[in-house]
Nanobody, 125 residues
Framework: QVQVVQSGGGSVQTGGSLRLSCEVS????????MAWYRRTPGKEREEVAG???????TVADSVKGRFTVSRDNSKNSLNLEMDALKVEDTGVYYC???????????????????WGQGTQVTVSS
């Protein structure tokens, strides 16, 4: 059974940094596409950044230049370094993972992926 376990997050002031990590337990021989999503107050869940199973990186315009996504394939883990945090980055962040080939996997991730438990990120002014 695939499980996605998140760690990190917390509270920080505007301009500060936080790090999120998630690790997938399951078939270690599978190629996973993985991504971070967030739900912020008053908004729908949005994709923040992710890496497809071929290594292709996607970063939302709203966080480009401030957030860096990386992965450790040996651990099936995905990290999100968040710098220059803003109040509007406050929300619950979720990691999702899905095994599959590039392209199709990433397109199916939101609807069919395995999800982590969610992590609160709070940025105060």
């Amino acid at each position: 059974q695939v499980q996605v376990v998140q760690s990190g997050g917390g509270s920080v002031q505007t301009g500060g940094s936080l790090r999120l990590s998630c690790e997938v337990s399951g078939n270690k021989y599978s190629s996973y596409c993985m991504a971070w999503y967030r739900r912020t107050p008053g908004k729908e869940r949005e994709e923040v950044a992710g890496i497809d199973s071929d290594g292709t990186i996607t970063v939302a315009d709203s966080v480009k230049g401030r957030f860096t996504v990386s992965r450790d394939n040996s651990k099936n883990s995905l990290n999100l370094e968040m710098d220059a945090l803003k109040v509007e980055d406050t929300g619950v962040y979720y990691c999702a993972a899905l095994a599959g080939g590039p392209g199709a996997c990433y397109r199916a991730l939101r609807e069919h992926g395995y999800w982590g438990q969610g992590t609160q990120v709070t940025v105060s002014s």
